[in-house]
């Protein structure tokens, strides 16, 4: 058996996005892919409503933690998706090394408002485009070189939402 493609999963303030993905990917991903997350200005809390929404979708929430990503400055990684929203202006952590990058941008629910309902809609939104894209990533061959795996992530991102 191989070993689990390590994925980090970056956004700013590694609260909400981020979170949930590290969460999804790693129970839908079933040992295919070992996902941790992080922020390049981490807000030190995790959203309520992201550990509320995880729980409802029967995904243990124990443990996450909003983190900085010097913590996986050492870390060998295989994949960096980053989930901010380009489109509302927000700014994008880059990270350096050789791990294949893909861009999985979206708004981000912890900004919604509203009514209760209208934000957790959001938090629901979010999580059905992460959702669609963790599935179509667990649909890829396993073993696909770099520049495929780089392609199909890219993809991924543009084209579910």
């Avoid at 929404?53 to 996986?72: A, C, H, M, N, V």
């Amino acid at each position: 058996m191989t070993s689990p493609q390590k994925v980090l999963i970056l956004c700013t303030g590694n609260s909400c996005r981020s979170i949930m993905a590290e969460a999804a990917l790693n129970h839908l991903g079933k040992g295919r892919f070992h996902a941790v997350s992080a922020g390049s200005k981490p807000t030190g809390t995790v959203h309520p409503k992201s550990l509320a929404l995880l729980q409802s979708k029967g995904i243990p929430t124990s443990g996450y933690r909003s983190k900085s990503w010097d913590e996986f400055a050492n870390t060998p990684i295989d994949i960096v998706i980053t989930v901010c929203d380009n489109a509302a202006g927000e700014a994008c952590p880059v990270f350096f090394g050789a791990p294949v990058k893909a861009h999985w941008g979206v708004p981000d629910p912890a900004h919604a408002t509203g009514t209760d309902e209208e934000i957790m809609a959001a938090f629901e939104n979010f999580y059905a485009i992460l959702e669609a894209r963790i599935k179509a990533l667990l649909r890829l061959p396993a073993g696909l070189d770099k520049q495929e795996l780089a392609k199909h992530l890219k993809t991924i991102g543009e084209t579910i939402s």
